[in-house]
């Protein structure tokens, strides 16, 4: 693993809420308002079969459009899943994490308008700034294809789209609070909507090798398998192209992470009665994580390491000096497909 040392904060286009900067004919090449999968080769979520349709000629699973979003998420996965969604969906509205007006998403991830999760999302604020230009501008082309897993309310595939990136969004959440819907806020800054699919990110509905980087947005923690997750997202990216994980929580011991996902199961099930618990994510990383990825899949991590402030950084040391369980931290990893 090869480390890179911070910078200080950076400012890009990419914060406009303006379309302005956006290359409309590149982008119109790629996203249509025709088609939610328009400029996307598609392959089965099941069978594995590459496909023309939204519907698998070979194993009969049918994708039907619900809303502007493909649902490429199997029966029998939906099922697995269901009560993921329903604990995770209710837990995130009682935090405050939805509004009715745009500029509620529209300010994301710079400003929580709310005032709910104002500090989370300065680190997120922190993390793309950073990512778009220490990792992206200087390895990718304007005009590349991206891929968001875990996008959440789309807040950051629309912001790749103000930078001039082509981003596919996936989710496994639909709904127009937290989930993919609420990326209707931005139809009208833009000048047509990005592809959003519901699917699950070990089991993507791509063909190989057409993402020029695919980003797990606060999402690879989720994971029930890292090594299978992070196999798929190398599927999907060009050969020289970038997999990218931002936002997972990172612990220099493996008994921190699991004091933290202890602690937090214990809160959950106090305040809203489920330890949100049903699927076995592994929910954070260690270096020992890190390398055993290296090692099943052949790759090599650039690690960067964003300046989120002097009280951010403060966090372990306190915790040593007060004999608490070590903070998370977070890093920006990458890895460049040979």
Not at 99 to 123: A, C, M, R, T, V
Not at 247 to 269: H, I, K, N, Q
Not at 291 to 315: A, C, D, F, N, V
Request: proline share 5%; net charge positive; with cysteine.
């Amino acid at each position: 693993m090869r480390e890179v040392i911070p910078s200080q904060r950076v400012r890009v286009s990419a914060r406009s809420n303006s379309a302005k900067s956006v290359d409309y004919k590149t982008m119109h090449s790629f996203i249509s308002g025709a088609s939610p999968s328009s400029g996307v080769r598609l392959q089965c979520p099941r069978c594995k079969a590459n496909i023309d349709q939204l519907n698998c000629q070979f194993c009969g699973l049918r994708m039907p459009i619900q809303n502007g979003i493909v649902n490429a998420l199997p029966p029998e996965r939906a099922a697995h899943f269901a009560r993921f969604i329903d604990d995770y969906e209710r837990i995130r509205a009682a935090e405050g994490r939805w509004s009715q007006e745009d500029d509620f998403y529209l300010n994301l991830p710079y400003k929580d308008i709310s005032g709910q999760n104002s500090n989370q999302w300065k680190i997120r604020a922190r993390s793309f700034d950073y990512l778009i230009k220490h990792v992206l501008h200087r390895n990718l082309e304007h005009g590349g294809r991206i891929l968001d897993l875990g996008a959440g309310n789309c807040w950051m595939s629309y912001r790749l789209a103000l930078a001039n990136y082509r981003p596919v969004a996936v989710d496994l959440l639909t709904n127009d609070r937290d989930g993919m819907g609420a990326a209707e806020h931005f139809r009208k800054y833009l000048p047509a909507l990005f592809p959003r699919f519901q699917a699950e990110a070990a089991r993507l509905p791509f063909q190989t090798e057409q993402f020029d980087a695919v980003i797990f947005n606060a999402s690879f923690h989720y994971a029930e398998d890292y090594v299978a997750t992070l196999r798929e997202a190398l599927r999907c990216v060009k050969s020289g192209g970038l997999v990218i994980i931002s936002d997972t929580p990172w612990y220099s011991r493996e008994e921190s992470g699991r004091m933290m996902v202890a602690e937090r199961s214990a809160a959950f099930l106090k305040r809203y009665g489920t330890a949100s618990d049903s699927v076995k994510s592994l929910e954070y990383l260690t270096d020992e994580h890190l390398r055993s990825l290296e090692e099943h899949l052949g790759i090599r991590w650039t690690i960067y390491r964003p300046r989120y402030g002097l009280k951010w950084g403060m966090r372990p040391l306190i915790a040593r000096l007060r004999k608490r369980r070590e903070p998370s931290r977070f890093r920006v990893y990458a890895t460049q497909k040979p």
